[in-house]
């Protein structure tokens, strides 16, 4: 499946591309004047080979949770259940991601891809990630689902051994492609990332460092807001891993296997997941963006489909998006995780299409240009 995934992500449609910059310049404002929506319209179009791109919507959140054998490092001071305990707010409707979906009109899946503990919610909820129930009928979108796909309950301790096997990272990958095309399938117009995983700052860090090969203390942030000490342990961890593991950067999948987490490998998947069927993915925070370099790494052209939503407060995000050449489109010293950024942005995506759908040219309304 991995292989085949990364085989039809193809390059922009620059004829699409060259349409949509002409009629940015035919419509009723100044050229330019709508900034970097106007470069981000073109991109979409791009995507979407042709122009006017399609709407991006209905929008699709996809929640990856996982734990991490890191936890044991004292990198953070929450305890590991939480990564459950947040799973079942989640499905309750709780969290901060449920209140910025139900505005945004945006569904909610929530994917346990390695969960070390029981989650706090019977099994029957648990649905396919396109949505439908068990008639075929879909519920309403402010219902959130949940996925039950756990490779294994949480990574092994990167500071001590490879965090995953090959077999396993792939298996979380080949999950984040699956969950993106059920997702797509179901009508979503464009896909949100979101995770959860307590001590997931943590592999981000170490990943975005192998993948553009810089010192750890310039990609490691303090996470949910570590103390001095904590963080001094949190970047001398991930240098030693980095040391031990000397993840080679030319081959994406083994610094996921040593490195990363489960969330990030299936992040990764439903980046690739999205770039093969041509629908744009809304990248959130810092494991997602971490999670883009690897997809990035096995497939250049599925940067085409990234849309970064916003610069997250972890110094290893702006590494990342540099990397990719990707602007963020809000910053608002964000740091929470859970696809919160990504759903604040989603409206400055769509009216970046809108514009080209609904915008009279200087013609058709009768105004003089300059």
């Known amino acids: 499946m991995l292989e085949t995934t990364i085989a039809a992500i193809r390059p922009p449609d620059e004829p699409a591309m060259a349409a949509a910059r002409e009629s940015q310049g035919r419509l009723t404002k100044p050229a330019g004047s709508l900034g970097a929506l106007e470069e981000l319209s073109v991109r979409l179009a791009g995507l979407a080979g042709h122009c006017p791109p399609p709407l991006p919507e209905p929008a ?21 259940e939480v990564t459950a305990q947040m799973i079942g707010n989640f499905l309750a409707g709780g969290a901060v991601v449920n209140a910025f979906a139900r505005q945004a009109g945006a569904s909610v899946t929530v994917v346990d891809v390695g969960v070390a503990t029981p989650l706090p919610v019977p099994d029957a909820p648990a649905a396919d990630p396109a949505g439908a129930g068990a008639t075929g009928a879909a519920p309403a979108r402010d219902v959130p689902r949940l996925v039950a796909a756990n490779v294994r309950p949480g990574t092994r301790d990167l500071a001590v051994t490879a965090a995953l096997t090959r077999d396993e990272a792939r298996a979380a990958m080949e999950t984040g492609i ?17 995770d959860m995983g307590i001590g997931n700052t943590t592999p981000a860090a170490a990943l975005i460092a192998a993948f553009v090969g810089i010192d750890p203390a310039e990609t490691t942030g303090r996470g949910t807001g570590v103390d001095d000490p904590t963080y001094a342990r949190k970047v001398d961890v991930v240098r030693a891993a980095l040391r031990r593991h000397a993840p080679d950067p030319a081959d994406p999948l083994g610094v996921l296997a040593a490195v990363g987490g489960l969330e990030h490998a299936a992040l990764a998947g439903l980046i690739l997941g999205a770039a093969a069927r041509r629908t744009p993915v809304l990248l959130d925070g810092v494991i997602a963006v971490s999670a883009a370099l690897a997809a990035a790494a096995l497939a250049p052209h599925a940067v085409t489909a ?39 942005a989603l409206p400055v995506v769509t009216g970046a299409v809108r514009v080209l759908h609904e915008v009279a040219t200087f013609d058709s309304a009768g105004v003089a240009e300059k």
């Not at 996809?62 to 490092?73: K, L, N, T, W």
């Not at 290893?316 to 759903?343: C, F, K």
């Open 60 to 80: 699709a959140v996809a929640i990856f949770a996982g734990d991490h054998g890191v936890h044991a490092q004292g990198v953070t001071p929450w305890p590991q």
């Open 178 to 194: 699956r969950v993106a095309g059920e997702l797509v399938d179901a009508g979503a117009g464009i896909l949100l990332t979101g």
């Open 306 to 344: 990234m849309v970064a939503g916003h610069r997250s407060a972890e110094p290893g995000a702006t590494v990342a998006l540099r990397r990719l050449g990707l602007e963020p489109l809000i910053d608002l010293g964000l740091r929470l995780g859970e696809g919160t950024g990504a759903l604040l």
